[in-house]
């Protein structure tokens, strides 16, 4: 079987996680990707931990890929960049605004190589405005698009300095590789359709807003700011962590009326179902703080494991609250192989996240270390012709 992405070739121009983590999933569809770095190692190589002196930011990031350097600033090698381009059915770059254009490979200086060339560009806050040229990574974007602002202990909020953030997980970086590779995917279907190429612009702003857009709702609906709740939820309840006897936390989930007298069941807590204050979802938010202090209480008096067994006997959904090394061991994790171990030429034994997707008839993946940094440099060159007359390549 093919894979879906089969015989189409990607010109990634990317760096630090944005644009590599795109790439990244459209080589795990089937595309050859190419990712063209310059003689200087880009910032993710650094980046710790690392694995026998390469980053992991860097190699899980450009899984599925073939390397190639090529100094952009040179005539020669910009001149074998643009032949490489014109085998290329897809330009990604998540450069500085501008900073492409500067070097000569905007969207103009592509198209006249290849016509038809699917070029996207990525950039922080958008290509116009007073923000244009500003670089960003994931902490900042998430305290400039509001993301911060509904997350922290309640009571708290960024006047009180309680404001919290995912903490360099790359949440609204990988939301935006996500997002780039379905305008991909779109723009190859359109080509398909019509023969047409297209430059495709993405912002980490709007993606971060596409994220919240349910709290984005509320706000709009009410003219009232979200506030921080810690773990709970602001439009069902009770929908929270709660401290068990044994200290561990467990995750509660009571989204739909019908839930709540199975939940009250599987506490023993059968009063609360015909409790007047709490019948419907909306009286539950309005007293959920008491309702909260109460469920606390209970939570309280039997262990974690307990009470997991009990809501999920009764269908009430829930989860406890697990560290990676207790859910790499999972049954469910296990069964399904969300996690897989590669074995790489260079970096021994990884773990890895699993090909988010399991297609029947055009399978992605698997999941193919990348290499160091040029080491498919010669094998590209011979295999694309890029040192024949390679200044007639040249826009």
Same mark, same amino acid.
């Given at each position: ?17 944005? &644009? ?6 459209? &080589? ?9 770095? =310059? ?22 990031a450009n899984f599925n ?13 910009? =001149? ?32 006249a190589v290849r016509p ?82 297209q430059h495709i612009e ?17 706000? $709009?609906?009410?003219?009232? !700011? ?13 929908? !929270? ?20 007298? #199975? ?49 999920? !006997?009764?269908?009430? =959904? ?5 560290? $990676? ?47 160091? !940094? ?15 007359? #390679? ?5």
């Open positions: 079987m093919t894979a879906i992405l089969a015989g189409i070739r990607v010109f990634d121009m990317t760096l630090a996680a944005v &644009g590599p983590w795109a790439s990244k999933l459209l &080589g795990q569809l089937g595309a050859d990707v190419i990712k063209v770095e =310059a003689p200087e190692p880009e910032m993710s190589h650094q980046i710790p931990p690392k694995v026998k002196g390469t980053g992991v930011l860097y190699i899980s890929k073939r390397q190639i350097v090529l100094d952009l600033k040179s005539e020669a090698d910009k =001149a074998k960049a643009y032949r490489l381009a014109s085998h290329c059915d897809v330009f990604i770059q998540n450069m500085r605004t501008g900073a492409a254009e500067k070097l000569g490979f905007g969207y103009d200086d592509i198209v038809d060339v699917i070029y996207v560009t990525s950039t922080a806050y958008g290509r116009v405005g007073p923000m244009a040229s500003d670089g960003g990574v994931d902490p900042l974007l998430q305290a400039f698009s509001g993301f911060t602002s509904v997350n922290g202990p309640e009571g708290s909020g960024p006047e009180e300095g309680g404001f919290e953030m995912f903490r360099h997980l790359a949440h609204l970086d990988i939301t935006t590789s996500s997002n780039i590779v379905e305008a991909v995917l779109q723009a190859l279907i359109h080509r398909e359709r019509t023969g047409q190429g993405i912002e980490m702003v709007t993606a971060a807003l596409a994220l919240q857009h349910t709290k984005l709702a509320e706000f $709009f609906a009410t003219g009232t !700011q979200p506030p921080p709740l810690g773990s709970a939820s602001t439009i069902t309840a009770p929908h !929270q962590a709660f401290q068990c006897q044994d200290r561990e936390w467990l995750t509660v989930g009571v989204t739909r009326d019908e839930e709540w007298p #199975a939940f009250c069941r599987a506490l023993q807590l059968d009063d609360l179902a015909h409790d007047p204050r709490y019948e419907t979802n909306a009286d539950r938010v309005a007293a959920r703080t008491e309702l909260a202090s109460t469920l606390a209480a209970r939570f309280a008096t039997k262990p974690a494991a307990w009470w997991a067994h009990r809501l999920t !006997q009764a269908g009430v =959904a829930n989860s406890r609250v697990q560290d $990676f090394d207790t859910l790499r061991h999972h049954p469910q994790v296990t069964a399904n192989q969300h996690l897989v171990e590669i074995e790489t030429p260079h970096f021994g034994t990884l773990t890895v996240d699993q090909v988010p997707w399991d297609f029947s008839a055009t399978p992605a993946g698997p999941v193919v270390a990348g290499g160091l !940094q040029g080491e498919h440099s010669a094998q590209i060159r011979a295999e694309l012709g890029l040192d024949d007359d #390679a200044n007639g390549a040249a826009p």
